[in-house]
């Protein structure tokens, strides 16, 4: 089976509207997300969303455009991060594993983890 | 390969399966359920023998990668699983495997998975995915491997010893905040999958995610199942088998038998205990007990399906 069909399908099925966009995520960060989850200012280090207890906290963070955020899984289950749009997927990221998207355009973004669909969160880009 | 493996007597093999206490073995007549435990079964050897032989038996949540406290080894609760299949006295010809077969959709995980398990017996093995098989970034690990049976749909039926089996997806069409879900199109294949058969055909349904709402907000359950179940009302055996929970949990209604299956890597918590649907860190000594596999035979004078479960214990 040829992988071109096979993420068409996928891509289809999964979402309706996923698009070769959806895989435009950064690489996986280093295991170096060391600052603590604060960031919700704008102009505060680089935003991080931590992944424990099956839920993302902060649940809403606000950055400003051209900004990337990191998510960091802390639970020992694996957690994934999936743009309901499309426009972001991780893998699945086992416990201390770590993710991070550039966010270019400012709007409303709202993920959750398809491993766990009722972990949600939102990111707002000014 | 099947020679290495001693086979043991029918007594000797169901005081083993009898051996953990929550140990059950379910016969089913004419819509009722009947519990027998296993212990029983076991002093009663006519009374199981009955039961005929295994139609198939049900793996599930082997969830291959995960290295954990609650269970640092989930390869080698697995090989005990499958010495446990591999050494009942009559061998089912099929083994179904009801998905999370990995941890984390890693093709070396797939690929260990797939080395384990072709030292079952049994000749022929049916899967679904379970959201641990379809969480890597491209969605593709599983139906490269799998795909095949289903047009990389994911879903299809067969038939088998007279009985019809109806594999589904519920773990990719995810709602953000909800269920599992099987989607329109899952929906309408089932329905032209139905079409014409006889009501008298038993039925097995088998998916990852619980096809009956267990605990809404843990996400144990499917959002759009009560449209598949209009669909399985009519007939007169419909047997669904889930895992996704790693425990036992049996409902009946009108016709259709609900059962989800014991993982065979780790145990989770009971409905609403803890902060979430987590792996559950036990006593080593416990948790064998808290992991195993269901067999399924048919009763013949009913044509309805007998369920018993095995730990590991």
């Given at each position: 089976m040829r992988r071109s069909h096979l993420l068409t399908a996928i891509g289809l099925a999964l979402l309706g509207a996923a698009s070769s966009g959806a895989v435009s995520a950064q690489p996986l960060a280093a295991a170096g997300a060391t600052s603590p989850p604060a960031a919700t200012r704008a102009d505060a280090a680089p935003p991080i969303v931590i992944a424990k207890d099956f839920m993302f906290a902060p649940g809403t963070i606000a950055i400003k455009a051209g900004a990337s955020v990191t998510w960091k899984n802390s639970d020992d289950e694996p957690h994934t991060v999936v743009s309901d749009t499309g426009l972001f997927r991780s893998g699945a990221l086992d416990t201390n594993e770590s993710f991070s998207f550039r966010f270019d355009k400012p709007g409303t973004y709202h993920y959750a983890c398809s491993i766990h669909p009722r972990m949600v969160g939102t990111i707002v880009v000014q | 390969m099947p020679d290495e493996i001693p086979v043991v007597g029918r007594r000797s093999a169901l005081k083993c399966l009898g051996f953990g206490a929550a140990g059950t073995l379910f016969a089913l007549a004419g819509g009722v359920l009947t519990p027998t435990s296993l212990a029983a079964a076991a002093a009663d050897p006519r009374g199981a023998a009955r039961l005929g032989k295994p139609l198939f038996v049900q793996i599930s949540d082997t969830h291959i990668g995960f290295n954990k406290e609650a269970n640092p080894d989930v390869v080698a609760t697995l090989s005990r699983s499958i010495d446990l299949v591999n050494s009942l006295p009559q061998q089912p010809e099929m083994i179904i495997h009801t998905g999370d077969i990995t941890h984390l959709s890693k093709p070396a995980e797939f690929d260990l998975a797939a080395q384990l398990l072709s030292r079952l017996r049994a000749t022929e093995m049916h899967t679904v995915p379970g959201e641990h098989d379809t969480s890597?970034?491209?969605?593709?690990e599983y139906l490269s491997r799998f795909g095949k049976a289903s047009d990389n749909r994911g879903y299809y039926s067969f038939d088998h010893a007279g009985v019809h089996f109806v594999g589904l997806v519920n773990v990719l069409e995810f709602k953000p905040g909800g269920l599992g879900t099987l989607g329109p199109a899952q929906l309408a294949w089932v329905a032209d999958d139905l079409k014409g058969r006889s009501a008298s055909t038993p039925i097995v349904v088998f998916a990852h995610m619980p096809l009956w709402t267990i605990y809404e907000p843990w996400g144990w359950g499917t959002g759009d199942a009560p449209q598949l179940m209009d669909q399985l009302r009519r007939f007169g055996s419909v047997t669904v088998l889930n895992g996704h929970i790693h425990q036992i949990v049996q409902k009946v209604e009108g016709n259709v038998t609900f059962h989800t299956a014991r993982s065979t890597a780790y145990p989770q918590p009971a409905a609403g205990v803890g902060t979430g649907p987590g792996p559950l860190k036990v006593a080593a000594d416990q948790l064998p007990g808290m992991l195993g596999i269901t067999s399924a035979s048919v009763v013949k004078h009913t044509r309805s399906l007998a369920l018993a479960d095995a730990s590991l214990a």
């Open positions: - | 890597d970034a491209t969605v593709s």
